[in-house]
């Protein structure tokens, strides 16, 4: 018996579906207020992400969720690729795309550890990988993060910029090894205005 998840016993699909459903906002003023809030929460990661790489031609954000990093930084870039694996939030990012009208940021449905895994491009300037995404590829399946990291490479033209956020969650690792046996559960609170006000982590 293992703490560790497995694709076997988990389908990562499931794990975000259904979040940032469209059918969720009861009308456009609800809609674009979530939409600023989640700019507002965006801003201080972009700007870290513009001081790094100023002017890249090509972005590619895998785990780009609902993609709000991609449409803070749709200025300053001639092409922007993101994927995610959960269709609700694709959906909602393309729907947004959509909207503000950005032609350069362009949005799909696919997953980063899948044997038939589409390279979207062989000459980003940047990849992005935010969110601590990168902390739950190897918790599914043991090698996933080299796997990934392979494919960031691939993605990547020689000299390219790849900013990864990586969450130290050793309170969390050391409550694991205290008890492998038993799953490690933990709430967190969001901001009082969030739409989602707590989210439960397992371990």
């Known amino acids: 018996m293992s703490n560790r998840l497995t694709t076997e016993s988990v389908d990562p699909r499931r794990l975000y579906e259904g979040i940032e459903d469209l059918a969720r906002f009861p009308d456009r003023i609800s809609l674009d207020k979530y939409r600023e809030r989640l700019l507002a929460k965006t801003a201080e990661q972009a ?31 001639e092409r922007l690729i993101g994927f995610d694996l959960a269709a609700s939030r694709v959906a909602f990012a393309r729907q947004w795309v959509e909207d503000l009208g950005l032609p350069n940021v362009h949005v799909y449905q696919d997953d980063l550890v899948a044997p038939g895994f589409r390279i979207p491009s062989e000459d980003a300037d940047l990849l992005i990988c935010i969110t601590g ?14 796997l990934v990291v392979d494919r960031f ?47 439960l982590s397992q371990f």
């Open 133 to 146: 995404a990168f902390g739950y590829f190897d918790a599914l399946a043991p090698g996933n993060d080299r």
């Open 47 to 77: 700007a870290f992400v513009r001081r790094q790489c100023p002017t890249p031609r090509t972005v590619v954000e895998p785990c780009c969720g609902n993609g709000r990093l991609l449409i803070a930084l749709a200025a300053e870039a």
């Open 153 to 199: 490479a691939r993605v990547l033209r020689p000299g390219g910029l790849l900013v990864l956020e990586l969450y130290r969650q050793a309170l969390v690792v050391e409550r694991c090894r205290a008890d492998p046996l038993l799953a490690y559960r933990t709430w967190h609170e969001l901001a009082p205005e969030d739409p989602f006000r707590f989210y």
